[in-house]
């Protein structure tokens, strides 16, 4: 009779929550205990404590979720609005080759140039008002959308579609059937890292002119010196950051579900 081996035990290990709120609590107390032990700057860095006081103020008079709505709304838009005007045409120029190798030069040069210098003729186009905040937004994600659906809709697998063209497959069902679905993982990616760039086009147009959002908090406080209010600015756009993750995520589960299919499926003519 063989002996077997013993099966290990598993570490026990803490939850990942637990973890990771753990490690919050740690740096949040050593920040606060610097700074009540003046071994930290309160005025230049602010504190825990202030913070959450700041952050109460500005909750309970509604000024927080005013703002908060502004920045959201003005940086989903722009991050709709910019996805689908780069994906769709980035996608398109795998119909014609002789077309995306005319246009990249200068889908290239466009992207070389940081969009935020684009910030004061967005604001002198379309006034202070939220379009501005939009189309900041819609200059950040769609050259980067156009690219990465271009770059993916290139990189499809060439042997599936001569494989299918020998099968009598026609260019508008190879595009459908093949290019989309091996395209849509690394579009859905690019979804997340405009994310940012959304946000990042609604604060500074924001920063430049405007009477409300995160980014307007965050630039009086900021003139003030009033550390603590623009850390709950910060944060706020971290969790206006999960919320659009979460959008990002929910998208994903909707656009790939096609990959939990059977592979001999996913290419049915």
């Given amino acids: 009779m063989s002996a077997t081996a013993p099966t290990p035990r598993p570490r026990w290990r803490p939850p990942v929550l637990a973890t990771q709120l753990l490690i919050l609590a740690v740096l949040f107390a050593g920040w606060e205990y610097g ?6 700057s309160g005025f230049l860095f602010g504190s825990p404590s202030g913070i959450v006081q700041a952050g109460w103020r500005l909750a309970r008079s509604g000024e927080l979720w005013e703002h908060a709505n502004y920045t959201l709304w003005a940086s989903a838009a722009g ?7 780069g ?4 996608l398109a120029l795998w119909y014609t080759p002789y077309g995306a190798r005319v246009v ?21 186009w379309f006034g202070t008002g939220l379009v501005s905040k939009v189309a900041l937004s819609v200059s950040l994600t769609a050259i980067v ?11 499809t697998d060439v042997d599936i579609q001569r494989m299918l063209v020998s099968l009598g ?20 990616s690019t979804f997340r890292i405009n994310i940012g760039f959304a946000l990042v086009g609604t604060v500074v147009g924001e ?8 980014g307007h908090v965050i630039f009086v406080a900021s003139s003030l010196y009033d550390l603590n209010t623009v850390w709950v600015g910060i944060f706020a756009l971290m969790a206006l950051g999960f919320v659009l993750y979460a959008g990002v995520d929910f998208a994903e589960k909707r656009l790939l579900g096609w990959k939990d299919q059977p592979y001999a499926t996913q290419f049915k003519l």
């Fill in 104 to 124: 990249e030069p200068f889908l290239v040069a466009i992207n070389s140039v940081p969009k935020i210098a684009f910030a004061p003729l967005v604001i002198l």
């Fill in 79 to 85: 991050f709709v609005v910019g996805t689908a005007l």
């Fill in 207 to 214: 920063f430049i002119s405007s009477k409300y959002g995160i």
């Fill in 145 to 155: 959308a156009l690219l990465a659906a271009f770059q993916a809709a290139k990189d």
């Fill in 35 to 40: 700074v009540h032990t003046q071994a930290i």
């Fill in 169 to 188: 497959a026609t260019k508008r069902q190879i595009f459908l059937k093949v290019v989309v679905p091996s395209a849509l993982p690394y579009v859905i």
């Fill in 87 to 90: 994906t769709l045409p980035g």
